[in-house]
């Protein structure tokens, strides 16, 4: 596939069922999990990590076929709150979740194409356009984190601009934070 045929728009609600989903795939995760309700939610709220409105989506012929969700770093602890607060309500407690972020950066939170359409270049106009986005918004960093076992991940990021800044772990993984500077 050409990677003209993918159109990359702004999420809007109605998207919110894929975005939640997007958010269980690159947790690798699948709709039977526990968790699987409360991305649902997160996803439809205004206001949360995994919301729509911090949403892009990848489109090939109207069909919606991936997602990409980023935010400013700055915001981690107000656009988390809300996960947190679901989490406790549904499990009564909440596991110690570590930040992949921080403020400097605009940060590539999840990103997962439907399995049918990987490898056809969705993921890769994802990344760009939020990347491309964020330096337009202002932002001089946009970061991500990738884990040490996806090397092929890591190479689509490098070939985009993305460079290993340290490493880290998140959720038990091991990880590495790469960043895209601003040109």
């Known amino acids: 596939m050409k990677t003209e045929n993918i159109k990359i728009r702004e999420a809007v609600a109605a998207d919110a069922p894929l975005v939640g989903k997007v958010v269980l795939m690159a947790l690798h995760y699948d709709e039977t999990h526990p968790f699987a309700p409360i991305f649902a939610r997160l996803a439809a709220r205004e206001v949360s990590q995994y919301s729509y409105r911090n949403a892009l989506v990848a489109e090939v012929d109207s069909v919606a076929v991936g997602a990409i969700i980023g935010y400013d770093g700055a915001r981690l602890y107000e656009l988390r709150k809300p996960l947190l607060e679901l989490m406790r309500e549904t499990f009564g407690g909440v596991r110690e979740i570590e930040d992949e972020t921080s403020a400097g ?66 959720l038990g993984h091991d990880m590495w934070h790469m960043q895209a500077k601003k040109p």
């Open 105 to 170: 950066e605009f940060y590539l939170d999840s990103l997962a194409v439907l399995p049918q359409w990987r490898g056809r270049g969705v993921g890769g106009a994802l990344v760009s356009a939020a990347r491309d986005r964020a330096f337009a918004a202002g932002h001089e960093r946009v970061g991500l984190i990738v884990d040490f076992a996806n090397p092929r991940a890591e190479a689509l990021y490098k070939s985009l601009g993305f460079e290993r800044v340290n490493a880290t772990t998140f």
